[in-house]
């Protein structure tokens, strides 16, 4: 005759007790990974040693760093808030996020300003971005292949903004751009000037391309184009 229990064979309790212990384990070490930020600040080991940017194009890494003013008695688990505000007061910087690396790293990770057009003065040629911001780049030091504007514009920064994330194609054609009149402006392209309106929606420059094409075809050769009138593209003709 057999006999049956309702306890557990033996070999079936050791590994529930193995894994209940890695289960505290597990809460154990979590608690002292939330806890580090507090008790961690006064360990050597978590001073900052490096600070890595990363995402430049045309800000110097070693100028951004700089922003941030710590030196190697500042703890990686200081507040990092304050630094991506300092780091987002480099006029090149538009927007930075920083997080940490252990033992002793902070990534700085930033968007820049980019160009959009230089502006001359009489010291030489300053660089603009879309907001009409002032940047921080030498084009004698830093090559960069941007329109033209007379003077400070912000209308026409912002156009070429928008032309520059809609329509790259076309921005890069654009060398020169010249105000006529209070809402009019001329794109000289490398092949045509281009009259429009400083809000002419995007969509209008699709239409452009497909004049362009078709007065190639013809072998036309126009002085301009005019994208000012509603549905319609002027070409004007020698």
Do not use: D, H, K, T
């Given at each position: 005759?057999?006999?049956a229990s309702d306890q557990p064979p033996a070999d079936a309790v050791r590994p529930r007790r193995r894994i209940g212990w890695w289960v505290v384990?597990?809460?154990v070490l979590a608690i002292v990974l939330l806890a580090t930020p507090w008790w961690g600040r006064t360990l050597a080991v978590f001073r900052v040693q490096r600070v890595e940017v990363r995402g430049t194009r045309f800000a110097r890494p070693a100028d951004v760093a700089a922003r941030l003013r710590i030196d190697t008695t500042y703890s990686i688990w200081g507040a990092l808030d304050s630094l991506e505000q300092r780091a987002q007061r480099h006029p090149q910087v538009r927007r930075a996020r920083i997080s940490r690396r252990l033992p002793a790293t902070l990534v700085v990770t930033v968007e820049e300003?980019?160009?959009?057009?230089?502006?001359?003065?009489k010291s030489?040629?300053?660089t603009y971005d879309d907001s009409g911001r002032v940047l921080p780049l030498d084009p004698s030091r830093i090559p960069v292949d941007l329109p033209i504007v007379a003077r400070p514009d912000t209308a026409i920064f912002r156009l070429l903004g928008d032309i520059k994330?809609?329509?790259?194609?076309?921005?890069?054609?654009?060398?020169?751009?010249?105000?006529?009149g209070k809402d009019e402006v001329v794109l000289e392209l490398l092949q045509v000037p281009v009259r429009v309106m400083t809000d002419v929606s995007m969509e209008r420059f699709l239409e452009l391309s497909s004049v362009e094409a078709d007065l190639e075809r013809r072998r036309l050769r126009p002085v301009e184009l005019d994208l000012r009138f509603k549905d319609q593209v002027i070409a004007r003709l020698p």
């Open positions: 005759m057999s006999l384990g597990a809460a300003n980019l160009p959009i057009a230089l502006v001359p003065s030489g040629f300053r994330a809609e329509q790259p194609a076309l921005y890069a054609r654009i060398s020169e751009v010249r105000r006529r």
